[in-house]
């Protein structure tokens, strides 16, 4: 982005030789940094880019030319001229002697370890460790022991690289862990009975844990590594928007991770988003466009074509004006598309209702973090396409005006759990485009399967007006579209109009509806997605 | 043309004799049927002689208390070249990881060996055994259980007379 863009001064940067390959980095780098960005991995554990760096694990230790011994690398910066050897002879020795010493006490249970597959310990030893220890002493044995929250301790898997323990005074500021006994004996544990319950960030420490020593119980034994499939998205959990990579197996979500946006979250991710992804494996899909015959009763299921077309007709003959519930998990495509059905038939309101808390949890250490009050993704994208938010803190009610609302009501993802199947009966056409059955809408005039935001591409807007791109990471039902594509459909059957073939169109279509979207594109989107230059006036409600 | 005749006698008794022929032929069944060194098998009444490298069905070994070996690790589905094996993992009641579902699609299985080769704890064994036969296909889905129930000698992957394949 534009800020990002102002060309560095000469005296900010410093050249430097790393394995023969010379770069320049900026000043302040250190070594570690400097390496990652010649292509070159130095080994670490206790060195995180988003915590301080004690340089107490040895292992990136490099050979500096003129230094009298080797150099922790995650913690001496870089300076002109600099001549590093990650893979001298003496550096090389070193990380062996190192890597052996870790594998003294280590189980080398990597069959039953959920690291394994993405455990540094693994990977290191495997790149450069020796290929038989040669300690005959008989190992230390912890066993496992509960932190509370989502966290079990493995305390034989441990390197006391102390991630964990800094996470918690540092960025969490609620220091709930600490090193218990020296040396040898050293380990990590809770104060006492005090768990890590109270935390609301500890399930951080699981992915900054280099080995298996931090594991999560929801994801214990449920997969191994390698077989899942990592897809970028967006955590639906609420308006904050951090990025996260949803990996699923065999079609099943099975775990959230954060995904790393130092515009947004970080490296990190709230407990509370990451343990809500179940509802995405559930079943009851709804499996095909299904039609209510004027009798009642007798569903129907057709195929899209003469549905849309069925249903194209009926709204160019009825031409009242249309409600629309959405859902905050609308992508801001879905918003857009159905503006323009609102346009097309000549007027209608969109409303949404989303469940809230009273309080934001923040993360102290990393500005600008927090579980945002609002726990749905397109809050703020709602908003800025005009759409109303209603209802109470649990999501429910506000709905009123709509349930006696006698022309078109549009359901969209919503699935109306408050409400009875009396709701809609007076409205001349009841629309319900829903991924899920819905109790209160069972007898709609129309039901149409539609995608979750994990089956399709699209975007949302943060609470910080940043829009971000969210990618498909499962297979929904065959037959089942995203909204926007529906909606787009319909437009161009009432009007003519071109449709939209793709999330791209639909993106960009956006620019055409809402002034705040004007100027912008789709290409734009990645890595990191854009701020909403434009503020229109905020609607309080 | 002129017909040419040709007259041909008939041959001599000792010549059409059969006789001859038949005694030769069961002369040599005679010797085979008292022939210490046959090499016919009397299958099935008598058990066929399988190499120790014998790759046949799965069998799963068990701990002394019934329960599987596997623990789950994951490596055999992951080295499978013929994708016929099926695990979920999961946690038990005595928080071990272990085989919540365990399958192995026998009619898939190419029978290389190398779930048995993959394993860290020795619990996944290709078997010596060859009577596979069942009435309907889905029998061939070998679950956990009958996996364990298996008793047929596991193969020894090598020959130990000959361990270099020489």
Redesign the interface.
């Known amino acids: 982005m534009a800020e990002h863009n102002s060309t560095p001064k000469d005296d900010q940067y410093v050249n430097l030789v790393v394995d023969d390959v010379s770069i320049s980095v900026e000043k302040g780098t250190t070594i570690l940094e400097a390496a990652k960005q010649a292509g070159t991995e130095v080994p670490h554990y206790c060195y995180h880019a988003g915590l301080s760096s004690p340089a107490q694990c040895r292992l990136c230790l490099v050979e500096v030319e003129g230094a009298p011994k080797l150099m922790p690398s995650c913690t001496t910066i870089v300076t002109e001229g600099q001549v590093v050897r990650t893979d001298s002879d003496v550096a090389t020795k070193m990380r062996q002697g190192v890597l052996e010493f870790y594998l003294v006490n280590h189980p080398l249970d990597?069959?039953?370890c959920d690291q394994?597959g993405e455990c540094d310990l693994q990977d290191f030893v495997f790149s450069e460790g020796r290929k038989h220890g040669r300690s005959r002493a008989a190992k230390r044995v912890l066993g496992?022991d509960d932190f509370g929250g989502d966290v079990l301790f493995y305390g034989d898997r441990c390197v006391m690289c102390t991630r964990c323990v800094r996470f918690m005074e540092e960025v969490e500021e609620k220091p709930l862990l600490s090193v218990v006994e020296r040396g040898n004996r050293s380990v990590i544990d809770t104060f006492f009975d005090q768990g890590l319950g109270d935390a609301e960030w500890a399930g951080n420490i699981v992915d900054i844990c280099p080995v298996g020593a931090l594991v999560s119980k929801d994801f214990?034994?449920?997969?191994?590594a390698?077989?899942l499939e990592h897809t970028p998205s967006i955590c639906p959990n609420c308006s904050m928007g951090c990025n996260i990579d949803i990996h699923t197996r065999d079609n099943v979500v099975q775990r959230f991770k954060p995904r790393e946006n130092k515009d947004v979250n970080g490296h990190w991710m709230c407990d509370y988003g990451r343990s809500r992804y179940e509802w995405l494996n559930e079943g009851k899909r709804i499996e095909e466009p299904l039609s209510t015959t004027s009798d009642g009763d007798l569903q129907t299921s057709l195929n899209w074509e003469e549905a849309l077309r069925e249903l194209g007709e009926k709204l160019k003959s009825s031409g009242g004006t249309l409600k629309v519930i959405a859902s905050p998990l609308s992508s801001n495509e879905d918003v857009g598309a159905t503006v323009r059905l609102i346009q097309a038939l000549g007027g209608g309101e969109i409303v949404f209702r989303s469940a809230t808390t009273s309080k934001e949890v923040p993360l102290p250490g990393f500005k600008g973090l927090k579980r945002t009050k609002y726990l749905a993704p397109n809050i703020e994208g709602l908003k800025v396409l005009g759409a109303k938010y209603v209802g109470d803190e649990k999501g429910s009610g506000g709905l009123q005006a709509i349930s006696q609302h006698t022309e078109i009501v549009l359901v969209m993802g919503d699935r109306l759990e408050d409400q009875t199947e009396k709701f809609g009966s007076e409205a001349e056409l009841l629309i319900y485009l829903g991924s899920h059955f819905s109790e209160a809408l069972q007898e709609a005039d129309f039901i149409f399967p539609i995608n979750t935001f994990a089956e399709t591409s699209g975007t949302f807007t943060n609470c910080d007006r940043r829009v971000q791109k969210f990618s498909g990471s499962l297979e929904g039902p065959c037959e089942a579209r995203p909204a926007w594509s529906v909606l787009n459909d319909l437009v161009r059957i009432i009007t003519g109009s071109e449709s939209s073939h793709n999330v791209a169109d639909a993106f960009n279509q956006l620019s055409g509806i809402s002034e705040v979207f004007a100027g912008t594109s789709y290409s734009d989107l990645m890595p990191r997605g854009f701020k909403l230059k434009h503020d229109p006036p905020m609607t309080r409600d | 043309m002129a017909i040419k005749t040709t007259v041909l006698t008939r041959p001599k008794m000792k010549e059409t004799s059969y006789l001859r022929a038949a005694l030769k032929g069961m002369k040599i069944t005679l010797a085979h049927m008292l022939n210490p060194k046959s090499v016919t098998q009397q299958y099935p009444e008598v058990e066929t002689r399988l190499s120790p490298r014998w790759r046949g069905t799965h069998r799963m070994e068990v701990h002394a208390d019934g329960r599987p070996k596997c623990?789950?690790?994951?490596?055999c589905p992951?080295v499978c070249p013929a994708n016929c094996i099926r695990l979920v993992?999961?946690?038990d009641d005595q928080?071990?990881?272990y085989p919540v579902v365990y399958e192995i699609d026998e009619f898939r299985c190419i029978f290389c060996g190398m779930c048995q080769e993959v394993c860290?704890?020795e619990a996944i064994h290709v078997g010596q055994d060859f009577e596979n036969a069942e009435y309907t296909r889905d029998r061939f889905v070998y679950d956990l259980d009958r996996l364990m129930n298996q008793d047929h000698p596991t193969s020894l992957l090598w020959d130990p007379t000959d361990p270099k394949s020489e």
């Not at chain 1, 214990?220 to 191994?224: F, P």
């Not at chain 2, 623990?71 to 490596?75: E, I, K, R, T």
Request: charged fraction near 25%; include cysteine.
């Open positions: 990597c069959p039953i394994s496992r214990l034994y449920k997969a191994r390698w077989d | 623990v789950a690790c994951g490596l992951t993992g999961g946690e928080g071990n990881r860290p704890v």
